[in-house]
Nanobody, 121 residues
């Protein structure tokens, strides 16, 4: 059984930074692309960033480019999302998900339960 668990969320002031982690059990993350998504209250879930299995191919949503960095530690079976210069508009539940392939194809199979990020002004 595959389980993804996000952590690292919390309450932070605007301009601050957080690093989210995505841990997996029942799946070796190094074999799959992984994506981060977020869902704000009253809004649809949206793509944030994704990384290929090797970590060499990374993709970002326009709002994440230059502020967020996705990375992975395959030895620890973890994927991270470093978020800098946070603003209240970044307030959302953040989810990680594994793609069905090692390349980023946006065909996500397993999802975590999410971690809340709240940015105060």
């Amino acid at each position: 059984q595959v389980q993804l668990v996000e952590s690292g969320g919390g309450l932070i002031q605007a301009g601050g930074s957080l690093r989210l982690s995505c841990a997996a059990s029942g799946r070796t993350l190094s074999r799959y692309a992984v994506g981060w998504f977020r869902q704000a209250p009253g809004k649809e879930r949206e793509f944030v960033a994704a990384t290929g299995a090797s970590g060499r191919s990374n993709f970002y949503a326009y709002f994440a480019e230059g502020r967020f960095t996705i990375s992975r530690d395959n030895a620890k079976n973890l994927v991270y999302l470093q978020m800098n210069r946070l603003s209240p508009e970044d307030t959302a539940v953040y989810y990680c998900a594994t793609d069905r392939s090692e390349s980023v194809r946006h065909d996500y199979e397993y999802w975590g339960q999410g971690t809340q990020v709240t940015v105060s002004s």
